[in-house]
């Protein structure tokens, strides 16, 4: 009997109401099946199309973004609470130039998730919300690091000209 009390005692009671039964189910007609079917064809053949483009768009944006990075580190860091829920127990992550999320787990497995297949479409986007303030930021440090150096070279070949005229004045 103790038993019986152990078992109700973690039970939950569930009334389940009836409910009431329809007088009749409505039917389509034939006419409005085939206007289902024709808006269902009309959607897959937009599917398909835009598909199609999404890929294109994909590898184009790759495509460039290899151009863009060439000069600049291989990798690009990631920040982990960028990835979806899935990859939460991420150490590190970054993405390479060419689509591909490298991805650390506390084990010290490398995790490759190509960013350029369909399947990944989500998981790019949330990359790439991720990555380009800091392309931004990269591109921006590089200007500032060629404009210090252009600005200390100016200076020092304005110098070195005027010491050179100088210089070629008191040979002659």
């Known amino acids: 009997m103790s038993e019986q009390a152990n078992a109700s005692e973690g039970a939950v009671q569930v009334r389940i109401k009836e409910q009431p039964k ?9 006419e409005e099946l085939l206007d289902n079917l024709k808006s269902i064809q009309d959607d897959i053949g937009q599917i398909v199309e835009l598909s199609s483009e999404e890929e294109t768009l994909v590898v184009e944006f790759f495509d460039s973004l290899l151009k863009l990075v ?12 960028a990835l979806p829920s899935e990859m939460s127990g991420a150490v590190q992550a970054s993405i390479d130039p060419s689509g591909k999320l490298l991805v650390l787990d506390p084990d010290g497995e490398m995790i490759l998730k190509d960013l350029t297949l369909e399947e990944n479409r989500d998981l790019l986007i949330n990359v ?9 930021q990269i591109f921006s440090t590089r200007r500032q690091k060629i404009e210090g150096r252009m600005k200390f070279l100016s200076s020092v070949t304005k110098e070195i000209k005027q010491m050179s005229r100088a210089f070629s004045k008191a040979l002659t």
Do not use: F, Y
Not at 128 to 136: F, H, S
């Open 22 to 30: 329809q007088a009749k189910q409505t039917k389509l007609s034939l």
């Open 128 to 136: 790439l919300e991720d990555v380009l303030p800091k392309l931004r």
């Open 70 to 81: 060439k000069s600049l580190s291989t990798t690009i860091p990631v920040t982990i609470t």
